[in-house]
């Protein structure tokens, strides 16, 4: 008999064991799901899904548009493609032995806008002029009727308006002088056009040459000259001047490095020579002049002034230094602006009392202002690090070679005064599940998580004859974490439970991710919410099972397998608990045992 027991005992154990573990995955099984769980594409375009939460083994996950009708479709990583406008539901399945396991997510697929159009052509440079015998490069800008303009200079058809005087290279934009006079170069895209004018000059029989140093003067990007003269353009330009010229009958202008062309004579007068060039590098640029006649003693050959253009694609920097005395705290925030782009710098001062930033994706030759914001210091301002005068702001234009700079320097004066707090918000909800309530006022708390829990505030929601409501809590900092608790009250709060307090992050304006729901049903358990077929029970706790702890599950689906699992676990444990009873309850005389 003792050895019955035995054995009774082990295979009861056993049998509450085994019953545990069907029911724990039964009722922690957290559900598959796909992210992200709604999105909207134009026609044409991709969206990438993610599956997560699938069990292991079994077949791979497999994707699928529903209903299959041509509004989306979907490959087996997941990528879904718009095919024509209209909403579709993905979704994500998987097979582990007799059970499919499965996801879902909405995908809204919406018409395409319409392609930009080409509304205009610009041809650069504009107007030059060339001896016979030489070339010049020319370039088509595409306008479109929405986004950037395009480099179209190979997509365009040439054409020069006199062959005699100009040929031109009908896919390239590449002309070349034949005879003096004057032509038209057109550039043209299915029906839109755009031209410019180039001057063919006679070949220079040069008697001399003057070979360019280098030098561009200390004041020579002057793009504040645009539209002074009909050389200098939006495209850009480049001002050459050689003196000691006036006995010069004839002269050409060949650049080479970043530059190329050939460029005849501009004017000539008090005793100088110009040339009006396009825009090239000036750092590795190199130019020859080539002349006829006599040139005087000690000529100087210089570009005068040159400009990359408004239209420029190259950029620059400007670095701000920033120093103070020594009753400034090292670790100081110093904040600037500048005038254009809305670009601002935040430069915190060193032990050495200093501090550097720049501002750069700036266009070469623009002037902008650099502004110090930061108020309560008595500030000043030098465009050369020595001479420093009252102010606040400074202008500063960028330069070819290098970073323009800027420096501000603080006695203390009055320290500024703290900023004030970012003005943000959360919104809270609350949800009546089976109509039991009709109206009401419910009471909340909100708390500062990252202050010990300090009470910052109170909100309250009033519901009349419907089943919802809502309210919004500002005054809140932006970025910062608080806790959400109702307090109106036991019994009235089913989800997330009574005095559990949800966490939320304010933020200035406040989406679905910056808000906190409460649920009420009052004398009945927690709902399951029917998404897709699927019930949801709303499970919102940390648990720990057999000491290890769980992460939050929030929504947790309780599908026919959890259902099977924990019915299972529920049987196995009362046999086990009936046989339990069986070997241990005493008995009667007479009773078998």
Known sequence: MLKLKK???????????????????????????????????EVGATQQFTASGFPVGGSGINWQSLPITGIATIDSSGLATGVSPGTVTIRAYKTVGASTHEAFASLTVIPAGPPPTLVSIDVTPVNPSINIGATQQFTATGNYSSGPTQDITNSVAWSSSDTLIATIVVNSGLATGVSDGSVTITATLDTISGNTGLTVNPAVNPTGQIVWDGNKGTDSLRCDLLDTSSERTESGWIHWIITQGSDVTDAELVLGGSGSGTYG???????????????????????????????????????????????????????????TDDKVAPGTPFVFSISLGGQTITITTD?????????????????????????????????????????????????????????????????????????????????????????????????????????????????????????????????????????????????????????????????????????????????????????????????????????????????GFNFIFSLAGILLIMAGGILAATIFLPRKKGEIS
Request: negative net charge; aromatic residues 8%; glycine residues 10%.
């Open 351 to 559: 032990g050495t009392y200093s501090g550097s930033g720049k501002f750069c994706d700036l266009t070469i030759g623009q002037e902008y202002t650099i502004t110090e914001t930061t108020t309560g210091y008595t500030t000043t301002v030098s465009l050369d690090g020595t001479d420093y005068s009252s102010g606040t702001s400074g202008a500063v234009p960028v330069p070819v070679e290098g970073d323009g700079k800027i420096w501000f320097h603080n006695d203390p004066g009055t320290p500024p005064p703290p900023p004030p707090p970012s003005p943000g918000s959360i919104i809270i909800n609350k949800i009546f599940i089976d109509g039991k309530i009709s109206s009401g006022t419910f009471e909340f708390a909100i708390y500062d998580a990252e202050a010990d829990g300090n009470l910052v505030t109170t909100a309250s929601i009033t519901i009349t004859d419907s089943s919802s409501g809502s309210t919004q809590v500002t005054g809140l900092t932006i970025n910062q974490t608080y806790w959400v608790e109702e307090t109106s009250g036991p019994g009235t709060n089913i989800v997330p439970g009574p005095g559990v307090r949800l966490s939320v992050v304010a933020a200035e304006n406040p989406t679905a991710d910056n808000t906190v729901t409460f649920v009420n049903d009052p004398g009945t358990p927690p709902p399951k919410v029917k998404v897709l077929g699927i019930e949801k029970a709303v499970v919102e706790e940390e648990v720990e099972v057999l000491g290890i702890e769980e992460e939050v599950i929030e929504e947790l689906p309780y599908t």
């Open 265 to 323: 004579i501009n004017a000539q007068h008090g005793g100088s020579i110009h040339f009006f060039t396009p825009y090239f590098d000036v750092t590795s640029l190199t130019a020859v002049m080539n002349y006829s006649g006599t040139l005087g003693d000690n000529p100087q050959f210089n570009i005068s002034d040159y400009c990359p253009g408004t239209g420029t694609t190259e950029t620059g920097c400007i670095e701000v230094i920033k120093t």
């Open 7 to 41: 054995i009774l005992l082990i295979l009861t154990i056993t049998l509450v064991f085994t019953g545990m573990m069907f029911l724990i995955p039964g009722v922690l099984y957290a559900a598959p799901s796909v992210s992200p769980a709604s999105a909207t594409i």
